[in-house]
T-cell receptor, first 112, second 114 residues
Framework: DAKTTQPPSMDCAEGRAANLPCNHS???????VYWYRQIHSQGPQYIIH???NNETNEMASLIITEDRKSSTLILPHATLRDTAVYYC?????????????FGKGTTLSVSS | DTGVSQDPRHKITKRGQNVTFRCDPI?????LYWYRQTLGQGPEFLTY????????KSRLLSDRFSAERPKGSFSTLEIQRTEQGDSAMYLC????????????FGDGTRLSIL
């Protein structure tokens, strides 16, 4: 079973920031938080991952709370092409070869 | 394009037929994974290769399923005697060796069983 909890759906206006929450209250010290998204009829796309520090790349920012029990993925200026299902996944430090366990994710709808 | 490549993108077949899918991972990625995704659900893990060795198999991988990765490059997933319940998207992913390297996915093969 997935170790994360996400809202089933969210809406965002084009050009605004999209903030997608994820709860992972049972995360252990060596587990990373990964975010993927899946646009209709495509494979999941890797976005970002982190352990305890906030991370930023060209796609998004990841904010992890100090107790690591929750995190937020931020898309700073959402566009219509960001409409997708977003998955938050936790994965152990030494589990590089094991499966990603996907939940049902959050369906983000960006509208003009 | 240097991403994960899957072929074919779509496959329609009659129940009872055998099908084979191919996955070409990103160059230099030693790890290769197969997942299955049904409508409305997230992907589910099927199996994992480290180079040519198949190191992990999910209980979802029944004896009608077989995967290979000869020479540690491309991989094939074969389903024998297909059933209606095999209709799904079959996704391949690859990653480099090393802790916490993210997996990168192809766009999948959509299988429809008539």
């Amino acid at each position: 079973d997935a170790k994360t909890t996400q809202p089933p759906s969210m809406d965002c206006a084009e050009g605004r920031a999209a903030n997608l929450p994820c709860n992972h209250s049972t995360i252990s010290g060596n587990e990373y938080v990964y975010w993927y998204r899946q646009i209709h009829s495509q494979g999941p796309q890797y976005i970002i991952h982190g352990l305890k520090n906030n991370e930023t790349n060209e796609m998004a920012s990841l904010i992890i709370t100090e107790d690591r029990k929750s995190s937020t993925l931020i898309l700073p200026h959402a566009t219509l092409r960001d409409t997708a299902v977003y998955y938050c996944i936790v994965r152990g430090f030494n589990q590089a070869g094991t499966a990603l366990i996907f939940g049902k994710g959050t369906t983000l709808s960006v509208s003009s | 394009d240097t991403g994960v490549s899957q072929d074919p993108r779509h496959k329609i077949t009659k129940r009872g037929q055998n099908v084979t899918f191919r996955c070409d991972p990103i160059s230099e990625h030693n790890r290769l994974y197969w997942y299955r995704q049904t409508l409305g659900q997230g992907p589910e893990f099927l199996t994992y290769f480290q180079n040519e060795a198949q190191l992990e198999k999910s209980r979802l991988l029944s004896d009608r399923f077989s995967a290979e990765r000869p020479k540690g490059s491309f991989s094939t997933l074969e389903i024998q005697r297909t059933e209606q319940g095999d209709s799904a998207m079959y996704l391949c992913a690859s990653s480099p060796t090393g802790s916490n390297q993210p997996q990168h996915f192809g766009d999948g093969t959509r299988l429809s069983i008539l």
